[in-house]
């Protein structure tokens, strides 16, 4: 493996631009191995992007919204794989553009990656030789034309509502900062988008956030919350769902609102229904809701259990408010106890917040990618195994048996696909991540 790294850095330009820039590019990375060449940009922060080839000269353009550089790319730099060479210059819209002087046609495709224990945000485009260049760029155009799988995040409290209060911090802030970073996570993954239901310390009414949902069409509902009890020794994390007894309450009101609003579930009005046709549509949509809803809470809950300590492992079901959407599976998760210190203290660090983030996607990722939507974007790279391959970054204490059971897959299947001979990994590695069958 050739690799090479640009360490030119603009004092000067960086200075300039840091006040402006929503996202700062602060290197580029580029290796080749196995006919594939791949270029990384190392960001300060996840950030849209677009990329598109030239030809005559063969070049690869890609243009970041709201970017800046840290570093000089105009200096021709040793061929690496595909590359010849990088330029960069800033367009009259603000947009970033870097140019990957190219050796040959090549086809590209981009992906965002989240943070790991080494690198930050960035984004990652992998160069291969085309087979079929018509074939190909049907098979793009057919991917574009699916859809993200769309998690609303909501924060908890916010505004006038400061929900429970700590020794040191109100609950609103700490689910708003969880949020935040559970939402920035989201969106840095190929084929999801998150939605957050409030963006700042605001106000909004719990049917307001489900609404909010509803109308963004969200595949799944999540909201943010730290617990409190007169106890002070009460501990830990829950995940909670949608009890029956809310559920039905809940099919009585819609059935009862139905014929003097527009009151409609999965997309299909109940308005013009009778009331016994209503009734059954509210039911199916409801059972088919809670049973994702347990399922996808089971699986955050395992996760969290790895980064944090739980005040009960099994999923419980209450009748929140913000869960009573019959359309939308929906989770409640408190994240810790608020009234107890050493809870306290944790959820006040970044770095615990992130670990939370992490898990919550971590449990997300685990049912979308067993069971996504057929229309979405994962579901069409989960048929088409060469359009992407999921891969996963070893942090600190992963071990191939807990990588099989997030992924649904077998620690055989890992270590067929890796060439393992043993369970040995190491922080950093990348492993490619059998595909689940089904999508």
């Known amino acids: 493996m050739i690799c090479m790294r640009l360490t030119f850095l603009s004092l000067i330009f960086l200075l300039f631009s840091s006040a402006n820039a929503g996202s700062t590019v602060q ?3 580029v290796w080749s191995e196995n006919d594939k060449t791949r270029v990384v940009l190392d ?52 947009e970033l553009r870097v140019v990957l002087d190219l050796s040959e046609r090549v086809i590209a495709r981009s992906f965002r990656a989240g943070p790991n224990t080494k690198y930050g945000d960035r984004l990652v485009i992998d160069l291969v030789r085309p087979q079929n260049v018509t074939t190909v760029k049907s098979v793009d155009e057919d991917y574009q034309s699916r859809r993200n799988i769309i998690i609303a995040v909501d924060a908890g409290h916010g505004g006038r509502d400061p929900g429970a209060v700590g020794r040191k911090s109100h609950e609103k802030d700490i689910n708003l900062a969880i949020s935040k970073e559970l939402a920035r996570r989201i969106n840095a993954e190929q084929g999801m988008q998150a939605l957050l239901i409030r963006k700042s310390d605001v106000f909004i009414e719990l049917r307001d956030r489900i609404s909010k949902a509803r109308d963004n069409k969200a595949d799944l509902f999540i909201s943010i919350h730290a617990d409190a009890f007169h106890d002070s020794r009460a501990n830990g994390a829950s995940v909670f769902a949608l009890n029956l007894k809310g559920a039905n309450d809940e099919a009585a009101r819609q059935l009862q609102r139905r014929e003097t609003s527009q009151v409609s579930v999965g997309g299909v009005s109940l308005h013009d229904k009778d009331e016994i046709l209503a009734s059954v549509l509210l039911d199916l949509s409801q059972k088919e809701s809670l049973s ?3 399922d996808v809470g089971a699986k955050i809950s395992r996760e969290m259990s790895r980064v944090t300590n ?17 359309d939308i599976p929906s989770i409640l998760v408190e994240t810790g ?18 670990k939370l983030a992490s898990a919550l996607l971590a449990g997300i990722k ?3 990618y067993a069971n996504p939507p057929p229309d979405s974007k994962i579901a069409y790279n989960l048929r088409n195994k060469s359009s992407t391959q999921l891969q996963h970054i070893i942090v600190r204490g992963d071990t191939i048996s807990q990588i099989a059971e997030r992924y649904n897959v077998s620690p055989s ?8 001979s043993n369970d040995k990994i190491r922080v950093g590695q990348t492993l490619n991540i059998p595909q689940v069958a089904g999508g």
């Open 27 to 29: 290197d580029i990375r």
């Open 43 to 94: 960001l300060t922060e996840s950030v849209n992007h677009n990329i598109f080839t030239l030809q005559r000269p063969e070049r690869l353009v890609i243009d970041l919204k709201d970017s800046r550089l840290s570093k000089s790319f105009n200096k021709r730099t040793k061929k690496v794989g595909f590359v010849n060479s990088i330029r960069s210059a800033m367009r009259p819209n603000g």
């Open 292 to 294: 994702v809803s347990l």
């Open 310 to 326: 739980m005040h009960s492992k099994e999923i419980k079901q209450k009748s929140f408010l913000v869960l009573k959407a019959p």
């Open 337 to 354: 106890f608020i009234s107890n210190r050493a809870d306290e203290k944790k959820l006040r660090s970044k770095k615990h917040q992130e």
């Open 366 to 368: 685990s049912y979308f």
């Open 413 to 420: 299947a890992i270590r067929r696909l890796n060439n393992l």
